[in-house]
């Protein structure tokens, strides 16, 4: 079945680090990938989004991501947390070979950032 | 304000009842989805509708149903006979399927 797999489903960090959080797919074809955010209280929104052309796409508040398609990968990144960066984040990706273009997610990562 | 609204907030429901969940959208989106969030699962899709009058089974449609009169509006039934019902709902629309979908707030239910 396809699926998409986030690695860490927590992660905790200092404010100023650095963040990577791993995003893998198992579609074979061409997607569509989609990284949002879930603070605390709030519904989910886009982070950033990759359809084609440039596989390094930029997102809001600094974030950024990079499509892999060797690597079936879509790992998100920021170069400086800040505590407002806590959050849920869950990876989603559609196949374009899926006739009903959903979206499967990933189990989310739970990110905390420490003051 | 454009958006997706999501009715009630918090929904408690007792052991047998069917109750209904509501979702309007007034972004003139045509799809719109039902998904249910449980920790650590990620979002599973229950039912999605890509145009009025018409939805599919999404992966975990068994006690659940819906309906698409209306563009904007995609109710949700929990029925009796959905097994494990206590969840986070959350309703969710997109211009067309697989495109960027916005979310409501959600509706979080328990069971009593």
């Known amino acids: 079945a396809q699926s998409v797999s986030q690695h860490n489903h927590h992660v905790i960090l200092s404010e100023a680090a650095s963040l990577e959080l791993g995003c893998n797919y198992s579609y074979g074809g061409t997607v569509n990938l989609f990284w949002y955010v879930q603070y605390p209280g709030q519904h989910l929104q886009l982070l950033l989004k990759?359809?084609?052309?440039d596989p390094l796409v930029k997102g809001i508040k600094g974030f950024e991501a990079e499509f892999i398609k060797s690597k079936f990968s879509f790992n998100l990144r920021k170069p400086s947390v800040q505590w407002s960066d806590t959050a849920e984040y869950f990876c989603a990706v559609n196949s374009l070979m899926d006739s009903n273009y959903q979206l499967i997610w990933g189990a989310g990562t739970k990110l905390i950032i420490k003051p | 304000d454009g958006g997706i609204t999501q009715s009630p907030k918090y929904l408690f429901r007792k052991e047998g009842q069917n109750v209904t969940l509501s979702c309007e959208q007034n972004l003139n989106h045509d799809a719109m989805y039902w998904y249910r969030q449980d920790p650590g699962q990620g979002l599973r899709l229950i039912y999605y509708?890509?145009?009025?009058?018409?939805?599919q089974k999404g992966d975990i449609a068994e006690g659940y149903s819906v309906s698409r009169e209306k563009k904007e509006s995609f109710p949700l039934t929990v029925t009796s006979a959905q097994k494990n019902p206590t969840a986070f709902y959350l309703c969710?629309?997109?211009?067309?399927?697989?495109?960027?979908?916005?979310f409501g707030q959600g509706t979080r239910l328990t069971v009593v």
């Open positions: 990759y359809f084609s052309g």
């Open positions: 509708s890509q145009i009025v009058n018409d939805f």
């Open positions: 969710a629309s997109s211009i067309v399927a697989g495109t960027e979908a916005f």
